[in-house]
């Protein structure tokens, strides 16, 4: 069983939304908190959204107030909302397990395929 499969990604006008969906198999994604990755072409894979597995959240500046991040522990799967989406917003988007040591998030399982969002202007 793959332990992760990122689906929901497509191509969406700026200011439209899209929901990326997670799913994930494995004792160390249901005992920590979860995350969305992403990465743009030449960039490094930046977290922009975590969720404990108490349901508390916390997102990077420049998706806060437009993405919002969700999971479903019995159904082992976690969600990103994005809307108002804006070119920048484009990338592969990737979810994983995160562990936190202080401000900094580190993923700790593989990664899986992720998702493309296209953003067009």
């Known amino acids: 069983q793959v332990p992760l499969v990122e689906s929901g990604g497509g191509l969406v006008q700026a200011g439209g939304s899209l929901r990326l969906s997670c799913a994930y198999s494995?004792?160390?994604?249901?005992?920590?908190?979860m995350g969305w990755y992403r990465q743009a072409p030449g960039k490094r894979r930046d977290l922009v959204a975590s969720?404990?597995?108490?349901?508390?959240?916390n997102y990077a500046d420049s998706v806060k107030g437009r993405f919002t991040i969700s999971r479903d522990n019995a159904k082992n799967t976690v969600l990103l909302q994005m809307n108002s989406l804006k070119p920048e917003d484009a990338a592969v988007y990737y979810c994983?397990?995160?562990?936190?040591?202080?401000?900094?998030?580190?993923?700790?399982?593989?990664w899986g395929q992720g998702t493309q969002v296209t953003v067009s202007s």
């Open positions: 994983n397990a995160v562990k936190f040591y202080g401000s900094v998030g580190v993923p700790l399982g593989s």
């Open positions: 494995g004792g160390i994604f249901t005992v920590n908190a």
């Open positions: 969720i404990t597995t108490g349901g508390s959240t």
